[in-house]
């Protein structure tokens, strides 16, 4: 015979298996309820599968009646029967925790959000806005970045192409490493011969000598000018005597001799050439003698020899006019007399001691000219493998890549700036009140605060589409430690463009505004500020100074203002 529970459990299972199909509609799962037993919620709970635990199914008034001694299954079954529950019914508690979210959040919403109401009411009352005036030294800076450095490396290259008589052998020991190169420095000793500093853009790019002309020689003439030798017209880029002059003075204080020419015998040249114009001016100088000569006329006594004839056959006629007797005679021996003094006085026929004398001259000519060549063909000149023209003088020597007996075929050195210099970049507006000569100040980045004095040696405007001027500073003489400490930063350089003397009233630009008649004026707080229309106020015109950081030099004209006043500057 089974029990009532055996009863039970056979009626839940045939229930079961005839319910293959979910439910899908309320009149089903009402007909299915009708049918079934009763069941609590624990009996749903521990005994059911996961698939038939659905809200429908959960008799929540039954579970309340059942025993105590029916329902109470172990802990564990318990833990597992909720879990159960938990995952049959994920949606539902999903849906749950949303809402207990949104409640949580208009509750923090309601709390901490104010209604525009509710800000307009706690709001300060409205006052005037102050700032006070004050005493002390103004200035007006502009600052910038910097990066310190020496200036750029530049690899150093002899033209050795022009060289005569053998290779480009290194016959001196070059510089050492950290050697200043300087003007007048000998860089090199290439074939015995100097290569000497100049400063300059251009590189040497052919020999330089009498008659030629270009930029290259004019930055020669301007360089040697700027050290004190005498080139002549510095603006002419003609190599003149002048110029030459310059550069055998130049050689001299090198300590070398003038390079000799390439044109064998140049200063033999000029020893002939002198020899055939002294020829020359002989030749002329007795040309000109014999000239002279064949034109003289007859000498004093041969003159008076001459007139006497005249005279005495003047008078032998006359006497035979008287006598009558010789008259013919006399007649003849007059005009004989008269025809011999004519032709001593006429002009001679010195033709041909003219044509010599000119072409003497022009022999001479020629012998001044090829003298005049032969002198500037041995004038001190100067080929380009002599001379190294070098930027932003002195360089110091970084790297050397030949050594003494070497053939030069490359890049001797690399020469770098020798001394640090600062270069930065300043807006427009900025670089417009920058000045060469300038002073400035900057500080060591993260060091204790000691400022550097430095002057601008050079300010560039922008070129092409940037608008940033280049500003090239140099700071005063610094300790080796402290050029190893600055070198390769980035510092924060101030320069003043403009100061008061000495210290000034001063207050926030905003302070000042425009009277009636376009006279400046402040207005001064009497009594509290944040009394706003109520409080008490005084106008005190002022004349305006120095404007700077905000602020702006104010001297009172009429009215008083001291330090520490309160001047308005808004509400």
Not at 163 to 176: F, I, K, N, Q
Not at 215 to 219: A, E, R, T, Y
Not at 422 to 430: F, N, V
């Given at each position: 015979?089974n029990?009532?529970?055996?009863?039970?459990?056979?009626?839940?299972?045939?229930?079961?298996?005839?319910?293959?199909?979910?439910?899908?509609?309320?009149?089903?799962?009402?007909?299915?309820q009708?049918?079934?037993?009763?069941?609590?919620?624990?009996e749903?709970?521990?005994?059911?599968?996961?698939?038939d635990i659905?809200?429908?199914?959960?008799?929540?008034?039954?579970?309340?009646?059942?025993?105590?001694?029916?329902?109470?299954?172990?802990?564990s079954?318990?833990?597992?029967?909720?879990?159960?529950?938990?995952?049959g019914?994920r949606?539902?508690?999903?849906?749950a925790?949303s809402?207990?979210?949104?409640?949580?959040a208009?509750l923090?919403v309601?709390?901490?959000?104010?209604?525009?109401?509710?800000a307009?009411?706690?709001?300060?009352d409205p006052?005037?806005?102050?700032a006070?005036?004050?005493?002390?030294?103004?200035?007006?800076?502009?600052?910038?970045?910097?990066?310190?450095?020496?200036?750029?490396?530049v690899?150093?290259k002899?033209?050795?192409?022009?060289?005569?008589?053998?290779?480009?052998?290194?016959?001196?020991?070059?510089?050492?490493?950290?050697?200043v190169?300087?003007p007048?420095?000998?860089?090199?000793?290439?074939?015995?011969?100097?290569?000497?500093v100049?400063?300059?853009?251009l590189?040497?790019?052919?020999?330089?000598?009498?008659g030629?002309?270009g930029?290259?020689?004019?930055?020669l003439?301007?360089?040697?000018?700027?050290l004190?030798?005498?080139v002549?017209?510095?603006?002419?880029?003609?190599?003149?005597q002048?110029?030459?002059?310059?550069?055998?003075?130049?050689?001299?204080?090198?300590?070398?001799?003038v390079?000799?020419?390439?044109?064998?015998g140049a200063?033999d040249?000029?020893?002939v050439?002198?020899?055939?114009v002294?020829?020359?001016q002989?030749?002329?100088?007795?040309?000109?003698?014999?000239?002279?000569?064949?034109?003289?006329?007859?000498?004093?006594?041969?003159?008076?020899?001459?007139?006497?004839a005249?005279t005495?056959?003047?008078?032998?006629?006359?006497?035979?006019?008287?006598?009558?007797?010789?008259?013919?005679?006399?007649?003849?021996?007059?005009?004989?007399a008269?025809?011999?003094?004519?032709?001593?006085?006429?002009?001679?026929?010195?033709?041909?001691?003219?044509?010599t004398?000119d072409?003497?001259?022009?022999?001479?000519?020629?012998?001044?000219?090829?003298?005049?060549?032969?002198?500037?063909?041995?004038?001190?000149?100067?080929?380009?493998?002599?001379?190294?023209?070098?930027?932003?003088?002195?360089?110091?020597v970084?790297e050397?890549?030949?050594?003494?007996g070497?053939?030069?075929?490359?890049?001797?050195?690399?020469?770098?700036?020798?001394?640090?210099r600062?270069?930065?970049?300043?807006?427009?507006?900025?670089g417009?009140?920058?000045?060469?000569?300038?002073?400035?100040?900057f500080?060591?980045?993260?060091?204790?605060?000691?400022e550097?004095?430095?002057?601008?040696a050079a300010?560039?405007k922008?070129e092409g589409?940037?608008?940033?001027?280049?500003?090239i500073?140099?700071?005063?003489?610094?300790?080796?430690?402290?050029?190893?400490?600055?070198k390769g930063?980035?510092?924060?350089?101030?320069?003043?463009?403009?100061?008061?003397?000495?210290?000034?009233?001063s207050v926030?630009?905003?302070?000042v505004?425009?009277?009636?008649?376009?006279?400046?004026?402040?207005?001064?707080?009497d009594?509290?500020?944040r009394?706003?229309?109520?409080?008490?106020?005084h106008?005190?015109?002022?004349?305006?100074?120095?404007?700077?950081?905000?602020?702006?030099e104010?001297?009172?004209?009429?009215?008083?203002l001291?330090?520490?006043?309160?001047?308005?500057?808004?509400?």
């Open positions: 015979m029990t009532p529970d055996e009863n039970d459990e056979r009626t839940n299972d045939h229930h079961e298996n005839d319910r293959t199909e979910p439910i899908t509609s309320r009149a089903e799962l009402a007909r299915i009708d049918a079934t037993p009763t069941t609590t919620f624990s749903l709970l521990y005994d059911a599968p996961d698939d659905r809200l429908e199914n959960l008799d929540l008034a039954g579970d309340a009646d059942a025993p105590d001694e029916e329902s109470a299954p172990t802990e079954s318990r833990v597992s029967g909720w879990g159960r529950v938990l995952r019914n949606t539902l508690w999903i849906v925790a809402a207990v979210v949104c409640l949580v208009g923090l309601g709390r901490f959000v104010l209604t525009p109401e509710d307009s009411a706690d709001a300060p006052g005037l806005v102050t006070p005036v004050e005493f002390g030294e103004l200035t007006n800076d502009v600052t910038l970045r910097a990066d310190v450095g020496y200036a750029d490396a690899d150093v002899i033209d050795t192409s022009g060289l005569s008589g053998g290779a480009a052998v290194v016959t001196m020991a070059p510089p050492a490493v950290g050697t190169l300087n007048l420095s000998v860089a090199l000793e290439v074939a015995g011969r100097p290569v000497i100049l400063p300059g853009e590189p040497a790019y052919r020999t330089m000598k009498f030629t002309s930029p290259d020689v004019l930055q003439k301007q360089a040697l000018a700027g004190g030798f005498g002549g017209d510095v603006k002419s880029n003609l190599y003149d002048a110029t030459a002059d310059a550069v055998g003075a130049m050689y001299a204080k090198a300590g070398y001799p390079p000799k020419s390439d044109e064998e200063e040249a000029v020893a050439a002198e020899k055939a002294r020829t020359a002989d030749t002329v100088t007795s040309n000109e003698q014999a000239l002279a000569k064949a034109g003289e006329g007859p000498k004093g006594s041969e003159l008076i020899d001459l007139n006497g005249v005495i056959a003047e008078a032998e006629l006359a006497a035979a006019q008287k006598s009558g007797e010789g008259l013919q005679q006399a007649q003849v021996n007059l005009e004989k008269r025809a011999e003094r004519d032709e001593a006085l006429a002009p001679k026929n010195t033709s041909a001691e003219q044509a004398l072409s003497s001259r022009e022999d001479l000519t020629a012998a001044e000219k090829d003298l005049e060549e032969a002198r500037q063909n041995a004038l001190p000149f100067l080929p380009a493998s002599e001379v190294l023209f070098l930027t932003e003088l002195p360089r110091r970084d050397v890549k030949v050594k003494r070497a053939v030069l075929s490359d890049a001797a050195m690399t020469v770098s700036g020798a001394t640090i600062l270069t930065g970049a300043a807006a427009e507006a900025d417009a009140l920058l000045k060469k000569g300038g002073e400035a100040t500080e060591l980045t993260g060091g204790d605060g000691t550097f004095h430095a002057v601008i300010v560039a922008g589409e940037s608008s940033r001027w280049t500003v500073l140099e700071p005063d003489p610094l300790k080796p430690e402290q050029i190893e400490a600055l930063q980035n510092v924060r350089v101030k320069v003043p463009v403009g100061k008061t003397e000495g210290e000034v009233l926030p630009l905003a302070a505004t425009a009277g009636p008649g376009g006279e400046s004026r402040v207005e001064v707080v009594s509290d500020p009394e706003g229309d109520e409080a008490k106020t106008i005190v015109v002022v004349e305006t100074g120095l404007a700077a950081k905000g602020a702006v104010v001297t009172p004209v009429e009215g008083e001291d330090k520490g006043d309160l001047v308005v500057i808004g509400e």
